[in-house]
């Protein structure tokens, strides 16, 4: 999802826009290998990075991991399968819109508040 930064406040917006390479039905990335040479600010992160990365969203895998929580029942690792996250609501199929769909001075507009960080 893309997020959009308050200059100001620093604060962290979550828009309904979502990266090019996001497979709209089944919420994964058509180009998992090559995204970072696809799309030009794709976040490269290691597990090193995670303290200082506040925007992901509570409900991440590797945050949840980083902060000693246990995973969510419908994460894949524990459901052992890709459904769970569409059984659970917690996926962004039907909820989210491309970036090449979306005007650029239109994207503040975008902004949502059903993501918690």
Known sequence: M?????????????TNIVCELLDMHSCRCRNYSLRHELVEDCIRF??????DLNWLPRSC?????????E?????????GSDQTVFEAGIAVRGKVQPETAVDKDLQEEMVIRWVSF
Do not use: F, M, Q
Request: charged share 30%; no cysteine.
């Open 71 to 79: 995973l969510a029942w419908w994460h894949p690792l524990v459901s």
């Open 2 to 14: 893309i997020k959009l930064e308050d200059e100001e406040t620093n604060e962290i917006h979550y």
């Open 61 to 69: 895998g590797y945050r949840t991991i980083y902060e000693g929580r």
């Open 46 to 51: 290691s597990e090193s990075d995670l303290k």
